[in-house]
């Protein structure tokens, strides 16, 4: 299990969290909703290491991947060699071979290999993202808002490739979203901050099945208890 214990973070002045506490499940998806600026991608933060908490323990994984709400691929290499340099002095040439193609066609981008990123939408470059996070095969997965520029189309396809994918091999994923319908489509649990100084308003653990992730009454109740707490 991951978790934040006691942490404390402030930006000059400004209390983010204090005395924050949260366990993440191993092998589950996560969910993280709450107002802008209340401290959500803090909480990524730290979990990558990527900051330090002013006080308290943070338990994560050794490897960690992270997907970002913007593609951050590296302009002059190939779709293939942006996702494969990740793989680059762990894994053996013919199982990078086989990783890459098999994240290319979960992804639907098998026909961009040869791509660079200027040549791609923003839908396909946001899919190259999402499988070199994949190919990298980090025990936690930590998603910033991925989907958020897509267009609705697009975001829907993503979104049901990635929890495919995430099938296939699940770690453990920690998303931010701001999106209840994306929250309670993906996870198994869904964290409600307040606004700053954060706290978790309410931990709601789902127990749904792909099915049930698509039966609109039995999300629609779910969905407005969640609005009404985020309103409260």
Same mark, same amino acid.
């Given at each position: 299990?991951?978790?934040?214990?006691?942490?404390?973070?402030?930006?000059?002045?400004?209390?983010?969290?204090?005395?924050?506490?949260?366990?993440?499940?191993?092998?589950?998806?996560?969910?993280? +909703?709450?107002?802008?600026?209340?401290? @959500?991608?803090?909480? *990524?933060?730290?979990?990558? $290491? =990527? /900051? !330090?908490?002013?006080?308290?323990?943070?338990?994560?994984?050794?490897?960690?991947?992270?997907?970002?709400?913007?593609?951050?691929?590296?302009?002059?290499?190939?779709?293939?060699?942006?996702?494969?340099?990740?793989?680059?002095?762990?894994?053996?040439?013919?199982?990078?071979?086989?990783?890459?193609?098999?994240?290319?066609?979960?992804?639907?981008?098998?026909?961009?290999?040869?791509?660079?990123?200027?040549?791609?939408?923003?839908?396909?470059?946001?899919?190259?993202?999402?499988?070199?996070?994949?190919?990298?095969?980090?025990?936690? +997965?930590?998603?910033?808002?991925?989907? @958020?520029?897509?267009? *609705?189309?697009?975001?829907? $396809? =993503? /979104? !049901?490739?990635?929890?495919?994918?995430?099938?296939?091999?699940?770690?453990?994923?920690?998303?931010?979203?701001?999106?209840?319908?994306?929250?309670?489509?993906?996870?198994?649990?869904?964290?409600?901050?307040?606004?700053?100084?954060?706290?978790?308003?309410?931990?709601?653990?789902?127990?749904?099945?792909?099915?049930?992730?698509?039966?609109?009454?039995?999300?629609?109740?779910?969905?407005?208890?969640?609005?009404?707490?985020?309103?409260?």
């Amino acid at each position: 299990m991951y978790k934040l214990d006691n942490v404390s973070k402030s930006y000059n002045s400004l209390n983010v969290l204090k005395n924050f506490s949260v366990d993440i499940p191993e092998g589950k998806i996560t969910a993280i +909703l709450g107002p802008s600026g209340c401290g @959500k991608t803090t909480i *990524l933060n730290l979990f990558a $290491k =990527l /900051i !330090n908490p002013d006080q308290g323990q943070v338990d994560t994984a050794t490897k960690i991947s992270y997907l970002f709400q913007e593609p951050r691929l590296i302009p002059w290499l190939s779709v293939k060699d942006n996702i494969t340099l990740v793989l680059k002095d762990q894994i053996q040439p013919v199982q990078r071979d086989n990783i890459l193609n098999r994240v290319a066609k979960a992804t639907a981008i098998s026909a961009y290999l040869n791509y660079y990123p200027h040549q791609l939408s923003g839908g396909i470059k946001q899919r190259v993202a999402t499988a070199r996070a994949f190919a990298y095969q980090a025990p936690l +997965l930590l998603m910033d808002e991925p989907f @958020k520029s897509l267009d *609705l189309k697009t975001r829907f $396809k =993503l /979104i !049901n490739d990635f929890y495919d994918l995430w099938q296939q091999e699940p770690n453990t994923v920690i998303m931010v979203t701001h999106d209840i319908k994306e929250a309670l489509y993906l996870a198994d649990q869904v964290l409600i901050l307040s606004d700053k100084t954060s706290v978790i308003v309410e931990q709601l653990n789902l127990d749904l099945s792909k099915e049930e992730r698509n039966d609109n009454e039995i999300l629609q109740t779910i969905e407005e208890r969640i609005f009404k707490l985020m309103l409260s």
